[in-house]
């Protein structure tokens, strides 16, 4: 009982010393590569599924993005205004838009972003996020699949990649660079095994796509993780506060 009551003032001491984390909240606002799917898409994965469980209880997940979104589109359909009113200090905005914005075909029409407007857009959310002291961290748009003859991974974003870059360094807004990191990646397994990351289907493969797929762009269960893999990675080397929140596994005796 002694020592019970010597140890007291230890935790005291240590709750001063080592506060509780507040809470946050982590808002993802992107497209198709970032998004909730249900199940009966499986094996379909945006990169933001896996991404929830890799941190600890002091962080919740909100993923905003949507399929078929560019930053124009998520604007006009009133997707960002409510997350904008919602957002709390200390939060975390990560956006990452781009395939729907350089989307220049006639069908399309109505999502194609013209870069300085992509720019514009991408200003709004970085100073409407840090108008309630929450943090923007800008994302370049993932890498789709695609190799020229001799095996060389192609850049695909290239214009919208620059005006992340751009945008992050005039607003001193922090970037995650993954094209490039994503490009990496695929560079390192080629054309043919980088299939596996994709929605790589075979007739009769899978159940909810028994027609198969042929998808370049987004990501399965594996691939989605991956790519999750590399976002953190990145948060861990840009020293963002939220790298502390990430879930360390127990290391193994």
Known sequence: MKNIFLLV????????????????????????????????????????????????????????ARGGRSTRTFISENRWQPIADSLQEGDYVLIQFGHNDEAKEERYKERYTSV?????????????????????????????????????????????????????????????????????LLQQFGPEYSKMFFMQLDSLQHPNYPRGQKDNTHFNEFGARRIAELVLAEIRNLKLELAERIVVPPVKK
Not at 14 to 43: H, Q
Not at 162 to 176: L, S
């Open 9 to 64: 003032p230890v935790f005291v001491f240590m709750a001063f010393v080592f506060p509780p984390k507040k809470k946050i909240k982590v808002w993802m606002i992107g497209d198709s590569t970032m998004c909730n799917y249900e199940t009966n898409r499986l094996p379909l994965t945006g990169w933001g599924m896996p991404f929830k469980y890799f941190f600890d209880s002091t962080v919740d997940i909100d993923n905003r």
């Open 116 to 184: 300085p407007d992509y720019k514009t857009n991408l200003i709004k959310f970085i100073t409407e996020s840090r108008a309630k002291n929450a943090i923007p961290v800008l994302i370049t748009p993932v890498t789709r699949m695609r190799f020229d003859a001799a095996g060389k991974a192609l850049e695909t974003h290239a214009e919208y990649s620059a005006a992340v870059w751009e945008t992050g360094k005039a607003y001193n807004a922090p970037v995650i660079d993954l094209d490039a990191k994503s490009r990496q």
